[in-house]
């Protein structure tokens, strides 16, 4: 009981000595360093706060009008050097989520990136946590600038705002298949090619890069477990779910009618606000072996907004094909087919097939984790152009 207690004090008595007795990182201003030359290189915030905090904790040092640093001169910085022995940075910080850890956890890997740190706080045990994140959760520049997003899996779950060309307009990234539905399966040496974790990493990515420049997403098949995954072979699972955590049926029809449902509830959320709305739906087609395709597209018969963006699709990667890999030339197409998440959606719908599961050479294009990164890369593109149309 004794001990019980004083594990309980001794608990308390850490939290307390956090906030006052962790020492401040240090740093020497480089010259003609500004205040905010040096604020930039540690990624703090230019305000009156910081500022303030920054003066007090280098003793009540008065600041030329200039802002000029003293080269050379010793600073502190309103940083924290956290002592970390492998703690969960949520418990260790006090942090109200995850999406604060994930925030600092990568904070400190940026440093080391870019070179402002050498040291791997994992190895170091020297943790730093910016004064504007610690315990009252991460700072408000901070969480409009990046933000948190489990489903990308480690070492992309924080989305890092790039501009906001793409605000206003919602997405919903409809990976084919999932759950007991594989899609269409290849063979490639001793491997199982499953068509909708192909489809699901590069809906993944498409929809990071999406929220990059601003967008609202809705992934509509999601796997927690899976993240982001930068491997060939992809592990086929079944634990696939539903946007919400809806189960994705056994039958066909039902399946598609569940997932049409979802988007066009979301739809009607976003009707009064949203510029735009689209669904893209990818998948992986399946043809005879000796077949080779191009990435093409599919929009609902007879409309002229679908065809419109699938078109503008098609251009933007043939532009990307022909830097890419000139002479290589780009066949793929644009037609209109009735298929059920095209035509029984309310956003506009844009179906893409990235290749033939079936293929060797297109093979190639899905299971290298870069040319999933690439064909993400190059859709996003597509759909900052069709933006630029727009204007
Ligand atoms: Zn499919």
Same mark, same amino acid.
């Given at each position: ?30 010259? =003609?360093?500004?205040?905010?030359? %040096? ?19 280098? $003793? ?8 000029? %640093?003293?080269? $050379? ?19 260790? &910080? ?13 904070? =400190?890997? @940026? ?7 050498? *040291?791997?706080?994992?190895?170091? $045990?020297? &943790? ?52 007991? *539905? ?34 609202? +997403?809705?992934?509509? +098949? ?11 072979? &992809? ?14 049926? @056994? ?14 509830? &979301? ?36 409309? *002229? ?28 197409? +644009?037609?209109? @087919? ?22 060797? =050479? ?30």
């Amino acid at each position: 009981m004794r001990f019980v207690f004083q594990l309980i004090l001794f608990t308390i008595l850490s939290i307390c000595t956090y906030a006052a007795e962790t020492p401040y990182l240090a740093s020497n201003a480089r010259k =003609n360093d500004n205040i905010e030359d %040096l604020f930039s290189r540690y990624e703090i915030d230019v305000n009156s706060k910081n500022i303030n905090v920054f003066k007090k904790i280098n $003793g009540s040092i008065r600041l030329p009008k200039s802002g000029k %640093l003293i080269s $050379g001169k010793m600073y502190f910085l309103p940083i924290h050097v956290v002592h970390y022995a492998g703690e969960q940075l949520i418990a260790l &910080l006090l942090l109200k989520s995850e999406g604060d850890a994930a925030l600092i956890e990568q904070y =400190n890997d @940026r440093m080391k990136m870019k070179g402002v740190r050498k *040291d791997d706080f994992r190895i170091s $045990g020297k &943790l730093w946590v910016p004064l504007s994140f610690s315990s009252k959760g991460m700072a408000n520049t901070e969480s409009k600038k990046r933000s948190y997003h489990r489903i990308f899996g480690k070492g992309y779950n924080v989305v890092e705002k790039i501009d906001n060309t793409l605000q206003g307009q919602v997405f919903y990234i409809d990976p084919g298949h999932g759950g007991p *539905d594989p899609g269409a399966i290849g063979k490639r040496g001793k491997h199982e090619l499953h068509e909708d974790e192909y489809a699901y990493d590069v809906s993944l990515r498409l929809a990071r890069n999406l929220l990059m420049h601003g967008a609202t +997403v809705y992934i509509i +098949v999601q796997e927690m477990k899976d993240g982001i995954r930068d491997e060939r072979f &992809l592990n086929n699972s079944n634990r696939e779910k539903y946007y919400g955590g809806q189960s994705i049926s @056994r039958g066909h029809r039902e399946r598609l009618g569940d997932r049409a449902a979802i988007i066009n509830k &979301l739809y009607e959320k976003h009707a009064a606000t949203a510029t735009a709305q689209h669904s893209v739906t990818i998948h992986v087609d399946s043809r005879t072996t000796n077949e080779r395709i191009d990435i093409f597209f599919y929009h609902a018969p007879g409309s *002229d907004k679908g065809k419109n963006i699938a078109e503008t699709l098609l251009n933007t990667l043939r532009e990307k094909y022909e830097k890419a890999q000139p002479g290589r030339g780009y066949k793929g197409n +644009v037609e209109e @087919r009735d298929l059920f998440m095209l035509t029984n959606i309310k956003p506009i719908g844009t179906y893409i097939e990235l290749g033939n599961i079936k293929n060797p =050479n297109d093979q190639v294009r899905i299971i290298e984790p870069r040319n999933r990164q690439v064909i993400a890369d190059w859709l996003c593109a597509g759909f900052l152009d069709l933006q630029q149309k727009v204007k």
